[in-house]
């Protein structure tokens, strides 16, 4: 796997063309999310370390529709769902490099008709650009056939550091969302319910003292421009290092890294387990198969943004 560092002043970002992995973020000299040194320990991960996760994100069942046409999708979490776009999906794929410069890189990746099955030829282009002391990551597709795409980036972070040793129970978070998903027996999006009142108001900031693994509906009216892009704030981390988090999806999932295994060893021999990093995972409502949406035609681009924000 072959390795491409973008920086600038406060911030350099190490990304791999395995996955379009960002294996790092260093923001004001702390080493943020969570990354292994070599492609076999990708290759094992269950933990989707940030990895591009596609061609669908989050979880489905099996057996979907586009029009008249079944697909079936294979079963990949426990033989129960169709996780993060299958077996081998977009985070185990080989990309290339199409541009890279001091402070940015674009990657593609041709996922083949059929491919997890999925219908149609899909070509997908992830740019990461730092612009001030942001990281922009922006999603570009097209296809020949109709397809799903919802597709995000699975980065880990601890705003106190991913070498720390600190638990990201330590961490307050906000999530500008006033409805939070209501789920299946197997975890799957069936609905969605006011967070008000309830354990997942996490519109004020809010100290974490528990494990989340929900997507939330984002509601929060800021907006902030990223070159010609206007995103919303979705979600703020306090720690060390600040995180902001803007996105043009209207859903997050905030994972609070309950299944990181205990005694992983990362890129720089640091130990980390459970709860030892979160996810901020833009993307679309989830289990949208099942609902005949997010569906990409022939005539239609896939396009989208998020951006993560570091301060101290």
């Avoid at 890189?105 to 612009?131: A, Q």
């Avoid at 992983?264 to 980390?272: A, E, H, N, Q, R």
């Amino acid at each position: 796997m072959e390795k491409i560092v973008i920086k600038n002043e406060n911030i350099s970002v190490t990304v791999l063309t395995l996955g379009a992995i960002v294996q790092k973020i260093n923001a004001f000299g702390t080493e943020l999310t969570a990354g292994y040194a070599t492609e076999q320990e990708y290759r094992s991960d269950t933990c989707y370390f940030g990895g591009i996760v596609g061609r669908t994100a989050n979880r489905c069942g099996d057996k979907h529709f586009i029009g008249e046409t079944e697909y079936t999708l294979p079963l990949n979490e426990k033989g129960k769902n169709h996780l993060h776009g299958g077996v081998e999906g977009f985070n185990l794929k080989r990309w290339s490099i199409e541009e890279k410069g001091e402070d940015f890189v674009t990657l593609s990746y041709l996922s083949p008709d059929g491919e997890e099955g999925y219908p149609g030829n899909l070509s997908v282009f992830v740019t990461y650009k730092l612009i001030g002391d942001s990281l922009v990551v922006s999603y570009k597709a097209n296809t020949d056939k109709p397809t799903w795409v919802n597709l995000t980036n699975h980065s880990y972070f601890n705003p106190f550091g991913i070498n720390s040793g600190a638990r990201i129970g330590g961490a307050s978070v906000q999530i500008f969302a006033d409805r939070v998903s209501v789920y299946d027996e197997n975890m799957r999006v069936v609905g969605s319910t006011s967070v008000e009142g309830s354990e997942f108001d996490l519109r004020e900031k809010y100290l974490l003292t528990r494990f989340f693994d929900h997507n939330f509906y984002l509601s929060g009216d800021e907006y902030e421009s990223f070159g010609e892009r206007s995103l919303r704030l979705a979600a703020r981390v306090w720690g060390s290092v600040n995180i902001e988090c803007f996105t043009d999806m209207p859903c997050i999932q905030l994972y609070c890294g309950e299944f990181i295994p205990e005694n992983t060893v990362i890129f720089d021999g640091s130990v980390i387990g459970s709860g030892s990093a979160l996810c901020l995972e833009t993307q679309k409502e989830p289990n949208l198969q099942a609902r005949g949406e997010g569906v990409l035609t022939p005539d239609g681009v896939y396009e989208s943004a998020t951006a993560y924000r570091f301060s101290r």
